[in-house]
């Protein structure tokens, strides 16, 4: 393992927010698909595959230290799983769910970060609740911090719980301060890294004071300080999996000790873009413009990485036009879709085989072979709904987001299929999200849902509109543990059924997977964004540090970072806010 990779696996936290759905069901959006697209020019400094968050961050940061970049996305709204849209008055979201370190100024989240360096940013919204409907029926919407939240363990757990908890967080305190302690935005993958990271003498060494504790499976510490209450474990396992996918055994003691310690601190809120998660895009769209030749170009579908003489050159569209790349190809694909843009190299021996076995390691989803597995993938429900008679505002008694949890004993806990949903009404925080008198919803399974579920299913067919009716139902019932009557509220036209298949379809996200399932506790990590093949760099959830809003943000930024001069670099670090020390 590289310098950089090592220090990325203490930092990939920072920021970190609760897992966000990344799914595709319209087409028409609100904010990121009223972009317009850009004419494809010939060349450019820097060619980027895909416009989701991972590649606008990379594009923004480039262009900001005066990089010519076009960024080619192959739909008609940039964003990727970021995007929104807009049907009879209603906006939705593809995701994700939760933000923090957004409203405040100083702020260790990677994306805020960015939009210091490029001078941009959002409209932003604070609440400070979050429900929860237990398998029993139950239901909480504490708010975020220490206070209610013992409230929540004397009542559901046991005799011990509050003790239990109290022991491991300050048990974690040492360890969150050493995750929190230094930024991400300093990594880049090369040698100069340590100069970089030398902006932060005293960070670096809090860091590593903690050793190799941060990068080991949040589980071994919850068995250090025997958490037997069953409440809290479930509880834990909760957070870890919405946080990474996995339950406590598999996820980095140092995304648990970042997210312990940001949402159990006094005073905590949440944070919500005004506009949903397409303002957020089209914030990073305008910073990419700001250099006044860089580009950001729809319905530019890559068809082939081109590669002369040991160095991707460039990209051939689909149309058949050729972008030449004067210094490097970032593809913002997952390494399915990549892996096909470089066939016709691999087929005519441009690739070198050190490139050929990097690529195939990152399609490798078999454990033994040192591949990583995928998620799984998603259900989704879009709707609008009459408000009659129904809150404003969110509260104890009616939040605007909550999980719904239905058997803490399945067999695959947490990640069994379906059961965890998490369910959003984001027009309760920001009402321009509907209509005057309406609502906006969305409910969705969190990278439970099997992929084989539904593969091979004609689109078209009965069986699967049979099949699309069945998920409409279990979500609607998930919804409605709060608003009881809420399909007799659907305003027509407005209801949309997400599936595996039209995230596959829409996202190009290989059998709809949310991203790479990186368990620690297996000692997996994540190739980096470098690549044997001179020129060529990837980004995105499966490069590093892996899923979320922040670390995809990160994962453009290290890319970003490693492309421009260390000066460029630090000029760019002189620009962030972080929380003082």
Same mark, same amino acid.
């Given at each position: 393992?590289?310098?950089?990779?090592?220090?990325?696996?203490?930092?990939?936290?920072?920021?970190?927010?609760?897992?966000?759905?990344?799914?595709?069901?319209?087409?028409?959006?609100?904010?990121?698909?009223?972009?317009?697209?850009?004419?494809?020019?010939?060349?450019?400094?820097?060619?980027?595959?895909?416009?989701?968050?991972?590649?606008?961050?990379? %594009?923004?940061?480039?262009?900001?230290?005066?990089?010519?970049?076009?960024?080619?996305?192959?739909?008609?709204?940039?964003?990727?799983?970021? $995007?929104?849209?807009?049907?009879?008055?209603?906006?939705?979201?593809?995701?994700?769910?939760?933000?923090?370190?957004?409203?405040?100024?100083?702020?260790?989240?990677?994306?805020?970060?960015?939009?210091?360096?490029?001078?941009?940013?959002?409209?932003?919204?604070?609440?400070?609740?979050?429900?929860?409907?237990?398998?029993?029926?139950?239901?909480?919407?504490?708010?975020?911090?220490?206070?209610?939240?013992?409230?929540?363990?004397?009542?559901?757990? !046991?005799?011990?719980?509050?003790?239990?908890?109290?022991?491991?967080?300050?048990?974690?305190?040492?360890?969150?301060?050493?995750?929190?302690?230094?930024?991400?935005?300093?990594?880049?993958?090369?040698?100069?890294?340590?100069?970089?990271?030398?902006?932060?003498?005293?960070?670096?060494?809090?860091?590593?004071?903690?050793?190799?504790?941060?990068?080991?499976?949040?589980?071994?510490?919850?068995?250090?300080?025997?958490?037997?209450?069953?409440?809290?474990?479930?509880?834990?396992?909760?957070?870890?999996?919405?946080?990474?996918?996995?339950?406590?055994?598999?996820?980095?003691?140092?995304?648990?000790?970042?997210?312990?310690?940001?949402?159990?601190?006094?005073?905590?809120?949440?944070?919500?873009?005004?506009?949903?998660?397409?303002?957020?895009?089209?914030?990073?769209?305008?910073?990419?413009?700001? $250099?006044?030749?860089?580009?950001?170009?729809?319905?530019?579908?890559?068809?082939?990485?081109?590669?002369?003489?040991?160095?991707?050159? %460039?990209?051939?569209?689909?149309?058949?036009?050729?972008?030449?790349?004067?210094?490097?190809?970032?593809?913002?694909?997952?390494?399915?879709?990549?892996?096909?843009?470089?066939?016709?190299?691999?087929?005519?021996?441009?690739?070198?085989?050190?490139?050929?076995?990097?690529?195939?390691?990152?399609?490798?989803?078999?454990?033994?072979?040192?591949?990583?597995?995928?998620?799984?993938?998603?259900?989704?429900?879009?709707?609008?709904?009459?408000?009659?008679?129904?809150?404003?505002?969110?509260?104890?008694?009616?939040?605007?987001?909550?999980?719904?949890?239905?058997?803490? =004993?399945?067999?695959?806990?947490?990640?069994?299929?379906? =059961?965890?949903?998490?369910?959003?009404?984001?027009?309760?925080?920001?009402?321009?999200?509907?209509?005057?008198?309406?609502?906006?919803?969305?409910?969705?399974?969190?990278?439970?849902?099997?992929?084989?579920?539904?593969?091979?299913?004609?689109?078209?067919?009965?069986?699967?509109?049979?099949?699309?009716?069945?998920?409409?139902?279990?979500?609607?019932?998930?919804?409605?543990?709060?608003?009881?009557?809420?399909?007799?509220?659907?305003?027509?036209?407005?209801?949309?059924?997400?599936?595996?298949?039209?995230?596959?379809?829409?996202?190009?996200?290989?059998?709809?997977?949310? #991203?790479?399932?990186?368990?620690?506790?297996?000692?997996?990590?994540?190739?980096?964004?470098?690549?044997?093949?001179?020129?060529?760099?990837?980004?995105?959830?499966?490069?590093?540090?892996?899923? !979320?809003?922040?670390?995809?943000?990160?994962?453009?930024?290290?890319?970003? =970072?490693?492309?421009?001069?260390? #000066?460029?670099?630090?000029?760019?670090?002189?620009?962030?806010?972080?929380?003082?020390?």
């Amino acid at each position: 393992m590289n310098l950089c990779s090592a220090l990325c696996l203490c930092f990939m936290a920072s920021g970190a927010s609760a897992f966000g759905p990344t799914q595709l069901v319209g087409r028409s959006s609100h904010l990121s698909a009223t972009v317009k697209s850009d004419e494809v020019p010939f060349e450019a400094d820097v060619v980027i595959i895909g416009s989701g968050l991972a590649g606008l961050s990379c %594009g923004a940061l480039l262009s900001h230290c005066k990089k010519n970049v076009v960024i080619l996305e192959s739909h008609d709204a940039p964003g990727g799983c970021a $995007h929104t849209w807009e049907r009879r008055g209603f906006h939705f979201e593809s995701g994700p769910s939760l933000y923090s370190g957004f409203s405040s100024e100083r702020s260790p989240n990677p994306l805020k970060n960015i939009f210091q360096i490029v001078g941009e940013d959002c409209e932003w919204i604070t609440y400070d609740r979050w429900g929860t409907v237990l398998p029993s029926g139950e239901k909480f919407a504490a708010k975020i911090g220490p206070e209610e939240f013992g409230d929540v363990l004397q009542k559901y757990g !046991g005799p011990q719980a509050q003790a239990e908890f109290a022991a491991l967080m300050e048990r974690m305190k040492p360890l969150s301060d050493a995750s929190q302690a230094l930024t991400s935005m300093a990594l880049r993958e090369d040698l100069a890294v340590v100069l970089t990271l030398l902006k932060y003498p005293k960070e670096l060494l809090m860091t590593f004071s903690q050793g190799s504790k941060l990068t080991e499976p949040f589980g071994n510490i919850m068995d250090e300080m025997q958490i037997k209450d069953e409440f809290v474990r479930n509880w834990l396992d909760m957070l870890c999996f919405l946080l990474q996918g996995l339950p406590a055994r598999g996820t980095l003691n140092t995304v648990m000790s970042y997210m312990l310690a940001d949402w159990y601190r006094p005073g905590v809120t949440l944070d919500y873009p005004k506009g949903g998660s397409g303002a957020i895009v089209d914030a990073l769209v305008r910073a990419v413009r700001k $250099h006044p030749l860089s580009k950001v170009c729809l319905n530019s579908h890559v068809d082939e990485i081109l590669v002369e003489n040991g160095k991707a050159v %460039g990209v051939k569209l689909k149309s058949g036009k050729v972008v030449r790349a004067k210094e490097a190809v970032v593809s913002n694909a997952d390494p399915y879709v990549t892996n096909q843009l470089l066939s016709s190299a691999r087929k005519s021996s441009a690739l070198s085989n050190e490139m050929i076995a990097h690529m195939d390691k990152m399609i490798s989803t078999d454990p033994e072979e040192g591949g990583v597995k995928d998620l799984r993938s998603f259900i989704h429900l879009h709707a609008g709904i009459d408000a009659t008679g129904l809150p404003t505002e969110a509260s104890a008694d009616f939040p605007a987001q909550w999980a719904v949890i239905r058997d803490w =004993n399945l067999p695959g806990g947490v990640e069994a299929p379906r =059961n965890i949903v998490l369910c959003s009404m984001p027009s309760l925080i920001d009402p321009s999200m509907a209509p005057e008198g309406k609502h906006v919803i969305h409910c969705y399974t969190p990278a439970t849902e099997p992929y084989e579920w539904w593969e091979n299913m004609d689109r078209n067919s009965e069986e699967y509109r049979k099949k699309k009716e069945e998920a409409a139902d279990f979500l609607w019932s998930c919804f409605e543990e709060y608003v009881p009557n809420a399909r007799e509220r659907l305003v027509p036209g407005t209801l949309q059924i997400g599936t595996p298949l039209t995230h596959e379809r829409f996202l190009r996200r290989s059998k709809g997977s949310y #991203g790479p399932r990186v368990d620690v506790g297996l000692g997996q990590t994540l190739p980096g964004h470098k690549t044997p093949l001179n020129g060529f760099y990837m980004c995105g959830d499966y490069t590093f540090p892996s899923i !979320g809003v922040p670390a995809t943000a990160a994962s453009g930024a290290i890319t970003a =970072n490693t492309l421009v001069s260390v #000066g460029d670099h630090l000029n760019m670090l002189g620009k962030i806010k972080l929380p003082e020390k």
